[in-house]
């Protein structure tokens, strides 16, 4: 699978997981709304006065079907005209709300519940289940790319097992010929970066009885490339080996 797939699918389960718990919350806030709104109308009905007294309060909460809004809600006095079941913003956060009138005492009451009331009571498990999807392919995204990053470094010169390829200090591409390429491929492959002339010619032109001059011919171009790009040279051992070595 190539990257940008990759990247495209972690985008869609952040999306997702990010969506589905927007909705989740979406609809616990509605129902926190409506269950304020239940219990402050009938807290209301029995209100006696037109002040908010501790009897008003346990009235309220009385009426609460959701356990967990009990002593988690704030019941106030309020001069505001509109009526609103949520979406109300103070303070930077947001909250549910709702008000009610008693006509008979005058009294305008307003219930309010919090945003991380409402998120601890929202159903979050589909969500959960998304996010660690997405943190899962996050890593191995990540896992992924650390293995296209270029694994052997020497001597200022990077090659990519990834993409085979060889890279200067630069980031920028080294320009080798097929044959090049696999030459370069050997010497960093090999530990001490030194072949014999017959491992070279072995690898290179097995079909070939006397590769010598072939091979004599790919050094030559090859030495000045690698020197210009890299601190690094190719030197001879009396015509038997080359070793690849910095500068």
Not at 6 to 34: D, K, N, P, W
Not at 75 to 96: F, I, M, P, Y
Not at 156 to 182: C, I, W
Not at 226 to 243: K, Q, T, V
């Amino acid at each position: 699978m190539k990257q940008k797939y990759a990247v495209v699918i972690l985008l869609a389960l952040i999306c997702a997981s990010g969506l589905t718990s927007f909705r989740s919350y979406q609809a616990t806030e509605r129902i926190v709304a409506e269950d304020m709104a239940y219990a402050l109308t009938k807290a209301l009905a029995e209100q006696q006065s037109d002040v908010i007294s501790s009897d008003t309060i346990r009235v309220f909460n009385s009426y609460l079907k959701l356990e967990q809004l009990r002593g988690n809600v704030v019941l106030a006095v309020t001069t505001r005209q509109e009526r609103l079941l949520a979406g109300d913003h103070q303070s930077g956060n947001r909250l549910a709300a709702c008000y009610r009138s008693d006509a008979r005492t005058g009294l305008r009451c307003e219930a309010r519940c919090s945003a991380a009331t409402i998120f601890l009571l929202s159903d979050q498990r589909p969500a959960s289940i998304l996010w660690t999807m997405a943190i899962l392919w996050g890593l191995y995204c990540f896992w992924r790319y650390r293995k296209q990053v270029p694994l052997m470094v020497f001597g200022g010169l990077a090659y990519s097992e990834h993409d085979g390829r060889f890279y200067n200090t630069m980031g920028k591409q080294v320009r080798l010929t097929p044959m090049q390429l696999q030459l370069m491929e050997m010497f960093f492959r090999s530990e001490s970066h030194q072949l014999t002339k017959t491992e070279i010619c072995d690898a290179l032109w097995p079909k070939k009885d006397d590769a010598n001059d072939t091979l004599y011919t790919l050094i030559r171009r090859l030495k000045p490339i690698i020197e210009a790009h890299s601190d690094l040279m190719i030197e001879s051992d009396r015509g038997r080996a080359y070793e690849l070595k910095i500068k």
